[in-house]
């Protein structure tokens, strides 16, 4: 088992073993993740799934946590979807680099209602593990190099820890660099 110095007070356990702890398409994305790629998972408290609340209560540092945000844009009346990954000391570029991606005239955050239904996750426990297929997982270059990350589970009443090497080889996933601004 990994020792993730990441964790903070939180009881980590082998994510494979504990797919009880994850949405439906995130425990199906992590088993078919290779064996070695390290995959932890925490119960928490759902009230507190938010990323500064969480990382406040559970000791674990805001830089090693990484939001997953749903973004579409239309083009020839297409809609278009996308996940980015990014770390929670930054934002999302939607209108510059996520738009050009998507090539589309206008990219916003997805409404919640939809990004939940589309991914089968919990909004606030959106994660890049079992997404649709066919979606663009564009992952900043900063949250593909670091060495241990925390993530949604897919539901409120946990986080994964993974690395990011383990989050840019995801099937679709896309490392961009400048994908993400500062926060500010």
Do not use: H, Q
């Amino acid at each position: 088992m990994t020792n993730w110095t990441i964790a903070g007070s939180l009881r980590v356990e082998p994510a494979r073993e504990r797919t009880d702890l994850l949405a439906e398409p995130v425990a199906k994305a992590l088993a078919a993740l290779p064996a070695d790629a390290a995959a932890g998972v925490a119960e928490i408290d759902p009230e507190l799934a938010d990323t500064a609340k969480f990382c406040a209560t559970y000791g674990s540092p805001l830089t090693a946590s990484a939001n997953c945000v749903v973004v579409s844009g239309k083009r020839a009346g297409e809609v278009r979807y996308a996940a980015a990954l990014v770390l929670a000391t930054t934002r999302a570029d939607v209108n510059g680099v996520i738009k050009r991606r998507l090539d589309v005239r206008k990219a916003s955050f997805a409404p919640m209602d939809e990004a939940v239904e589309l991914t089968g996750m919990a909004y606030g426990g959106i994660t890049p593990l079992g997404l649709p297929d066919g979606w663009p997982i564009l992952v900043d270059k900063a949250v593909a190099d670091a060495p241990e990350l925390v993530v949604g589970s897919g539901i409120r009443g946990s986080k994964l820890l993974v690395t990011g090497a383990t989050l840019a080889a995801l099937p679709g996933a896309e490392v961009i660099e400048g994908l993400a601004r500062a926060a500010g």
